[in-house]
T-cell receptor, first 114, second 113 residues
Framework: GNSVTQMEGPVTLSEEAFLTINCTYT??????LFWYVQYPGEGLQLLLK?????DKGSNKGFEATYRKETTSFHLEKGSVQVSDSAVYFC?????????????FGGGTRLMVKP | DTAVSQTPKYLVTQMGNDKSIKCEQN?????MYWYKQDSKKFLKIMFS???????INETVPNRFSPKSPDKAHLNLHINSLELGDSAVYFC????????????FGPGTRLTVT
């Protein structure tokens, strides 16, 4: 079956620090990969996606590259802000008769201090 | 306008009760979903619903039953609530069954005492 493993948090950084949140996956077929973000008290929002190997997803300064050889999709940002404090979820989707049901990792809480 | 809305936002109830959570999307999407997020923030799909076709996650107890009166609504009814049902439940929708991007509602925090 499909599974996603991401680094446990919390990750605590100072403003303007470099961020990496690791994500690896196991999947049958050729999955699409996603990062979702959940701000406090809110639902999940799609942050970025990549649908095939070597694709790079990017949004709001965040980037992640689909690495098929290492089955990874690590999230990076060069300079975090306090407003980036949230829980980040790595997820995959394989399209089948059930549609695109997402399989999520356990989430990584990011705390950015001024 | 809220794209995916859920009511109520908070629900506190006693074991053994039956309760419903409502979800509405105004995006014109064809497919809707229910997810459960436990106390450790772990998210798991419960159901997918597309054009009256329900896809059930086999690990979901049959006390949980989704009901879709129309394409814009997917409600979740829970019978005989148990302590372990306490969680945050998220509704989501996507444009079509094959669409990658899902839009999530704000969640309903269910507490069973």
């Amino acid at each position: 079956g499909n599974s996603v493993t991401q680094m446990e948090g919390p990750v605590t950084l100072s403003e303007e620090a470099f961020l990496t949140i690791n994500c690896t996956y196991t999947a049958t077929g050729y999955p699409s990969l996603f990062w979702y973000v959940q701000y406090p008290g809110e639902g999940l929002q799609l942050l970025l996606k990549a649908t095939k190997a070597d694709d790079k997803g990017s949004n709001k300064g965040f980037e992640a590259t689909y690495r098929k050889e290492t089955t990874s999709f690590h999230l990076e940002k060069g300079s975090v802000q306090v407003s980036d404090s949230a829980v980040y979820f790595c997820a995959l989707s394989t399209n089948n008769n059930a549609g695109n049901m997402l399989t999520f990792g356990g989430g990584t809480r990011l705390m950015v201090k001024p | 306008d809220t794209a995916v809305s859920q009511t109520p936002k908070y629900l506190v109830t006693q074991m053994g009760n039956d309760k419903s959570i409502k979800c509405e999307q105004n995006l014109g999407h064809d497919t809707m979903y229910w997810y459960k997020q436990d106390s450790k923030k772990f998210l798991k799909i419960m159901f997918s619903y597309n054009n009256k076709e329900l896809i059930i996650n086999e690990t979901v107890p049959n006390r949980f039953s989704p009901k879709s009166p129309d394409k814009a609504h997917l409600n979740l009814h829970i019978n005989s609530l148990e302590l372990g049902d306490s969680a945050v439940y998220f509704c989501a929708s996507s444009q079509a069954r094959s669409s990658y991007e899902q839009y999530f509602g704000p969640g309903t925090r269910l507490t069973v005492t």
